[in-house]
């Protein structure tokens, strides 16, 4: 089966599919640990995190998750070992999994000519971000909501736990986990604006036991990079929100 019928069967049926993962274990595990250490810094350190394009999140804290979105050009005011330590492994997964999502992208391109076109930086708008993100030790309190990612590609390079879950809908998650070498490809709500209706985005949660936290403050880390387009109708708040229902 060609990768063009692989990633559609998996999208409509399961809403993802299991790729080999670009990124190497060694540096996943490096950049953990990196982002454990600069979790540590005080918050007048890690506030000094500023993005160089309107669309980049810097490190920002809610309810029970911290989280800090990268892309190339991030400015910091302090330099620190713990906040340089972490850029520099943000830098290399970067670079690696940017090349990974364009070579899928590149791939779609037969059955969707100028598909490409979609995710060139547009109106000082970057359509790639590697996301790191931290759950708190209570999780089970304040769980990842079941929701649709608002981009078009959701690349999943590390889960630290088991507990994740996906399918097309609130009826068909199921638990997912990828082994060390893999990693795990969804569409967003964007997807299918630029496909075709097979393309269906991946509805996913996290069911955490407690047992499995990291440690007595950590529950779960997860690196996941996000690939959207840069025109179009921006997703509604219901539209990633709301599970769909499909008649097949």
Request: aromatic share 10%.
């Amino acid at each position: 089966m060609d990768f063009f019928s692989q990633i559609s069967k998996g999208f409509k049926e399961n809403g993802y599919l299991i790729i080999r993962s670009p990124v190497k274990k060694e540096d996943v595990s490096e950049a953990i640990d990196n982002f454990v250490n600069f979790l540590k810094l005080p918050d007048s350190f890690k506030n000094q995190l500023s993005p160089n394009l309107e669309s980049n999140i810097n490190y920002s804290e809610s309810e029970n998750k911290e989280y800090l979105s990268y892309s190339p050009g991030i400015k910091r005011n302090i330099n620190s070992p713990e906040i340089d330590n972490f850029i520099l492994s943000a830098e290399k997964i970067y670079a690696v999994a940017k090349t990974a999502m364009q070579e899928i992208i590149i791939q779609l391109e037969k059955q969707f000519p100028g598909i490409h076109k979609n995710f060139v930086p547009h109106h000082n708008v970057n359509p790639y971000h590697l996301v790191f993100m931290k759950y708190g030790k209570d999780l089970e309190k304040i769980p990842a909501r079941p929701h649709y990612d608002k981009c078009a590609l959701t690349l999943l390079l590390s889960e630290t736990n088991p507990g994740l879950r996906i399918g097309i809908n609130n009826k068909t998650t199921k638990p997912v986990m990828a082994a060390k070498n893999q990693a795990i490809l969804m569409a967003g709500v964007r997807m299918r604006s630029i496909t075709n209706q097979d393309f269906r985005p991946g509805w996913h949660e996290i069911a955490h036991d407690r047992k499995n936290n990291i440690n007595e403050n950590i529950s779960r880390i997860s690196i996941v990079f996000f690939a959207d387009i840069t025109e179009g109708p921006y997703p509604t708040f219901s539209e990633f929100t709301n599970s769909i229902e499909y008649s097949d």
